[in-house]
């Protein structure tokens, strides 16, 4: 290129402009009552209907907005044109086709809007992930900007598949109290015959800085893991997780969460909830209706029962939040752990890692819910957007053919009763299943912490119940440090790692995928244990202590512990609680209350910092969370806090 006039076309078919067009023929239905009292937008909408090629006689149907995460531009053969970021949203476009032509048929105006999502596991590691997190309560605004900037819609029907948009999502239809919605979850992609899945091949560099695997095993490794260009990935992580969940509070239709993508079930989804969502419509059946305090508690259940993501404790209390219902507490989530045995065989927990498709043909959520049901742990009167009660919905499960064809499906094709992938309470006992989480506190985490203690190997529990350690800690201010120390084998059997400072004000609160899943694929990483006041991706597992608050740059203990530090973590795998206690410097031994006492004299460390890196969007992200009640209560926007601390900031001034 030597100049400007290399950057544009010369052909003559640039000159080639028009000025003018005859425009749409027809006439608008307008009323003489709509051109007195309309709106001009309303009237110019329907200007608008026409001009983007609607019939005009029809351009005052109802209206009906679909909003997705769709990414990347694919071409009818589904050869790419442009990628997406991630396989979750790849093909969710054929989902809002397939709504949009049910919508059609309706006798109504389908209207798509949209808004990409990122993926966590190709920002694992990377400063990407800064943006993570706070994505979610970004898109989520958008998502109701969208919805309210149409101002006509009778109802929205919400896409999206993976770990941050589907929350948005959920959280965005949540928020719009008022307006009859549908969640459609994105499904999952599918594992390869053979070769490893999402989660395993996200280690392929430490394996191999080990020695465990060669560069060819991991370059084909790396080829196979996403076998099908669809659907969230194939474990129990944070996007499978939330369809679980989304499921469960009613917003989406029975049946519908880890649907594999592409296939004739998954696009049926997308054609009923559009039914379902103009049967609300006619029924005047809101958000508001749908989502209340017993629909948020079957969440939680569900969720305990699957073995669900620790991420879902920051989502659930944020959707409850947008909904405006009370969120819910430790001691509520402590609750219903102790109460709900964890009834799923599936990656990463086990004992069998079934992949998500399995889980789906085995009856997904209702097969589970019908369990929950026999041990009256459910709210089986709450109204679901089929239009039923949840209790309805089951009662037609237990005998629907779909039901049978499903499990009959799994058992032809690879072997496997649904059984064994849905354990029956007694069953799962017997399998030595434990509740989902644990919710350590101790002089480390004085405000609380999590750990997936169903996720801890049972060769390092106690026959008591109870996981234990004791150990010197080696501590890190960012992640790249701690994975560079595990993959040059500096980190040893017995170590307690502590990862501080990235939390919501060091990082956006990034996920650490990268250290967790080096760990469960390393031989000895299940004798090192983890605290951070970071979270992990769904499909982490070990000893794994998360959501550590206060964190660190917030004046927390775990930002006050020094190399050699001495930490004892004991977790009740059976009470759902334990403890995470500084107990000695060196190799001096002392109580927990000591070291209380000693941390409270400490300062701060003083490599302890934001990451330099950080957006400054993620900095403004931080602050507003954290005024809006932190980590515990979701990391949410909440409006009226954070305008009481700017007026008594302005005040003090």
Not at 343 to 352: A, E, M, R, T, W
Not at 379 to 388: H, S
Not at 486 to 503: F, P, R, S, W, Y
Request: net charge neutral.
């Amino acid at each position: 290129m030597t100049g400007i006039q290399d950057l544009f076309g010369s052909g003559e078919e640039i000159y080639q402009v028009k000025t003018h067009a005859p425009g749409p023929a027809g006439q608008l239905p307008l009323t003489e009552e709509q051109l007195l009292k309309s709106p001009s937008g309303d009237l110019f909408g329907l200007s608008q209907n026409a001009g983007m090629g609607w019939d005009p006689a029809q351009a005052g149907q109802k209206q009906f907005l679909i909003l997705s995460t769709q990414g990347g531009v694919r071409a009818a053969d589904g050869r790419p044109i442009a990628l997406g970021y991630h396989t979750g949203h790849w093909e969710i476009g054929l989902l809002v086709q397939a709504a949009a032509e049910e919508f059609r048929k309706l006798g109504v105006i389908p209207f798509a809007g949209f808004c990409s999502d990122p993926c966590d596991g190709r920002t694992q590691g990377t400063a990407g992930m800064f943006d993570s997190l706070p994505y979610r309560n970004d898109a989520a605004i958008v998502f109701r900007r969208l919805a309210r900037s149409l101002p006509l819609r009778a109802g929205v029907l919400g896409i999206a598949t993976c770990d941050k948009g589907l929350p948005a999502m959920m959280m965005a239809v949540a928020g719009l109290r008022e307006l009859p919605s549908v969640v459609v979850p994105g499904g999952v992609t599918l594992p390869p015959t053979t070769g490893e899945d999402a989660g395993m091949v996200q280690t392929i560099g430490t394996r191999y800085a080990h020695g465990l695997i060669s560069l060819s095993e991991a370059a084909e490794a790396g080829c196979r893991a996403c076998a099908t260009p669809g659907g969230g990935c194939q474990f129990l992580g944070t996007a499978a997780t939330a369809q679980v969940v989304g499921e469960a509070l009613g917003i989406s239709l029975t049946h519908s969460a880890l649907a594999p993508s592409g296939q004739p079930v998954w696009l049926d989804l997308a054609r009923s909830s559009a039914q379902a969502l103009h049967h609300l419509e006619s029924r005047k059946l809101a958000m508001r209706h749908i989502l209340t305090p017993e629909s948020i508690r079957n969440a939680m259940t569900v969720h305990a029962a699957f073995g669900g993501s620790t991420n879902l404790l920051l989502h659930i209390p944020a959707i409850a939040h947008a909904a405006g219902l009370k969120p819910p507490t430790v001691e509520d989530w402590i609750e219903v752990n102790r109460k709900v045995p964890r009834l799923v065989s599936v990656l990463p927990n086990g004992p069998v890692h079934h992949p998500t498709v399995r889980v789906f043909l085995a009856g997904g959520d209702p097969e589970v819910m019908l369990h929950l049901r026999r041990l009256g742990l459910l709210q089986e009167d709450v109204l679901t957007v089929t239009g039923g009660t949840l209790k309805e919905n089951l009662d037609w499960w237990e005998k629907s053919e779909r039901r049978r064809r499903f499990q009959q499906i799994l058992q032809s094709q690879d072997g496997v009763s649904a059984g064994e992938v849905i354990l029956a309470p007694a069953e799962a006992r017997e399998r030595g299943l434990t509740s989902t989480l644990a919710f350590p506190r101790g002089n480390l985490a004085p405000e609380g912490s999590i750990v997936k203690a169903t996720a801890i190997d049972p060769a390092v529990v106690g026959a008591d119940g109870f996981y234990r350690q004791e150990g010197p800690a080696r501590v890190f201010v960012n992640e790249s440090d701690a994975i560079a120390a595990i993959k040059q084998g500096k980190v040893k059997a017995g170590d307690v790692m502590v990862l501080t400072g990235v939390g919501p004000l060091g990082t956006g609160m990034e996920e650490t995928y990268q250290v967790t899943g080096a760990l469960k694929h390393l031989p000895f990483g299940k004798q090192v244990a983890l605290l951070t006041d970071a979270r992990f991706s769904g499909v982490s597992t070990g000893a794994c202590v998360g959501h550590i608050g206060p964190e660190g740059l917030a004046g927390g203990p775990i930002g006050k512990v020094l190399e050699g530090d001495v930490i004892r973590i004991e977790i009740d795998l059976k009470r759902n609680q334990g403890t995470i206690d500084l107990v000695g410097e060196g190799a001096q031994r002392f109580s927990a209350a000591e070291g209380a006492a000693r941390l409270a004299r400490r300062a701060s460390r003083t490599d302890l910092a934001a990451n330099p890196g950080l957006p400054e969007d993620t900095r403004l992200w931080a602050a507003l969370q954290l005024a809006g009640g932190g980590t515990w209560a979701g990391c949410v926007y909440d409006a009226e806090k954070i305008i009481q601390a700017l007026q008594g900031s302005r005040k003090s001034v």
